[in-house]
């Protein structure tokens, strides 16, 4: 099955950046989209970038111009370059990846374990 293994994570000042890595353990190339989500306590979860394979993207609008989402797919990888950080940044973000299922039972949607971001002010 797919595995989503994400990383860069920290505590950062408000003002300062951070870099998430995604790295699928297989093709990404495969995947129609990748995105990265956040969730917040007690809040639900939320779509804060996605591309896909046409290289168009998807923001929430108040991350626009602050973080910018990538993809490499030679290295089975989605980034999300995260800068002018906000305490209201602080969440944990997942990264996702979604594709037509290739086989019985292949969900066809995946999930990372999280990457904790606070920012504090």
């Known amino acids: 099955q797919v595995q989503l293994v994400e990383s860069g994570g920290g505590l950062v000042q408000a003002g300062g950046s951070l870099r998430l890595s995604c790295v699928a353990s297989e093709n990404s190339a495969r995947f129609n989209t990748m995105a990265w989500y956040r969730q917040a306590p007690g809040k639900q979860r939320e779509l804060v970038a996605q591309?896909?394979?046409?290289?168009?993207?998807n923001y929430l609008d108040s991350v626009k111009g602050r973080f910018t989402i990538s993809r490499d797919n030679a290295k089975n990888a989605v980034y999300l370059q995260m800068n002018a950080l906000k305490p209201e940044d602080t969440a944990v973000y997942y990264c996702n990846a979604k594709r037509r299922p290739l086989y019985l039972r292949d969900p066809g949607d995946y999930w990372g374990q999280g990457t904790q971001v606070t920012v504090s002010s």
């Open positions: 591309t896909f394979k046409s290289a168009d993207t």
